[in-house]
């Protein structure tokens, strides 16, 4: 899958078989501006008025929330802005040039582009990730007796079904799951959300999360490819189609509170961006809108918070120092989802 999907984003256009919130329209991006701003402030409270901090974004695409967040950061909180530090971690070549592209109006700002969040450097930090690690390969296991588990797994393009000596570490394991169920893991999140939980507690700043996936236990197999905007086979030809599954909230949630890092969410994306102001920043771009633009806001709202679409499918979850306050979007209840 790892592999698969290297290939898939260095040849392909992925934009061309999926959307994202941040290409679907602006204000996803301004609202993660509102965020990171309002984050950064809690971050840099009590650091020197000369320090800076990273701004991270893992898996930019084609860059353009980072290029709204800098645009909005620009404007209502210039002294962010120049004290910003921004790292893109990226693996693609291809998307890598793309995103210089984008951000190429920023030459204020200087920007290192990371093979891995690994390579971040020892200071605060807001980090942010979309649709970043439902593209990270999983692990697939079924439960064949109380005490076994096979592996499911693709070798010389032959599926293979094998007894596991020992399961990898992941609080799923543990679960109530029932014999023939399957569980998937992606070790490779695990191990960024571990770093990045204690990166966080330690060096003072915040990583948010928007992907989808489960807020509670469940599991099963969420395996699934796109190409050319359809569902297709997982197994068609390798580096054809994008590889993704859903990511598992509360496995993630459990092993950043073991780092020490304060956990919040696990929200919906209609909730979150609600009560960031979602319907109050579409009110004022179709208040100076044609009446085509207008609809086009009013179709890309629903979109994003409608349960049906974006709204209730794509979870949010942050991971903050435990010094910082709350950071907004996290207030626990349904009826804040502007779409009722
Ligand atoms: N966040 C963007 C793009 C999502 S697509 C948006 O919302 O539009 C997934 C992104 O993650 C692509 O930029 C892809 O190249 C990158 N990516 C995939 N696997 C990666 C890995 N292992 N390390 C770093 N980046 C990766």
């Given at each position: 899958m790892a592999e698969a999907n290297a290939a898939y984003y260095t040849k392909k256009n992925p934009f061309e078989d999926f959307i994202t919130s941040p290409e679907i329209s602006q204000i996803f991006g301004e609202l993660i501006a509102v965020w990171t701003i309002m984050v950064g402030r809690s971050i840099m409270e009590k650091m020197p008025q000369s320090a800076s901090f990273c701004l991270v974004e893992a898996?930019?695409?084609?860059?353009t929330l980072m290029a709204d967040i800098l645009r909005v950061m620009r404007k209502a909180a210039p002294d962010l802005y120049t004290r910003c530090k921004l790292y893109l971690v990226e693996t693609s070549p291809r998307l890598r040039e793309i995103q210089r592209i984008t951000l190429k109006d920023h030459e204020a700002i200087t920007v290192q582009w990371l093979d891995s969040v690994y390579e971040l450097p020892e200071m605060p930090m807001v980090f942010l990730a979309n649709e970043f690690l439902d593209a990270l390969p999983i692990r697939q296991f079924v439960k064949i007796s109380e005490q076994a588990w096979d592996e499911i797994y693709v070798q010389d393009g032959m599926k293979i079904k094998e007894i596991v000596e020992r399961c990898p570490e992941?609080?799923?394991?543990?679960?109530p799951v029932a014999i023939g169920d399957v569980v998937e893991i992606c070790e490779e999140g695990q191990a960024i959300i571990a770093f990045l939980g204690r990166h966080v507690s330690k060096h003072n700043g915040a990583a948010l999360f928007i992907d989808y996936?489960?807020?509670?236990p469940v599991w099963g197999d969420s395996l699934q490819a796109l190409a050319e905007g359809k569902p297709v086979s997982?197994?068609?030809?390798?580096?054809?189609a994008d590889l993704t599954a859903h990511i598992d909230f509360c496995s993630l949630a459990e092993i950043a509170r073991n780092t020490g890092a304060t956990v919040y969410g696990i929200q919906t994306q209609g909730c979150f961006l609600s009560q960031l102001g979602l319907m109050a920043r579409a009110q004022k771009l179709s208040a100076h809108a044609n009446r085509e633009e207008q609809q086009q806001i009013q179709a890309a709202i629903h979109r994003l918070i409608a349960p049906e679409q974006m709204g209730t499918l794509f979870k949010v979850m942050a991971l903050c120092s435990p010094d910082i306050a709350e950071p907004p979007g996290f207030m626990e209840d349904e009826r804040n989802n502007d779409y009722g």
């Open positions: 898996g930019p695409g084609r860059g992941s609080p799923i394991f543990h679960r996936g489960y807020a509670q997982p197994f068609i030809e390798p580096g054809c």
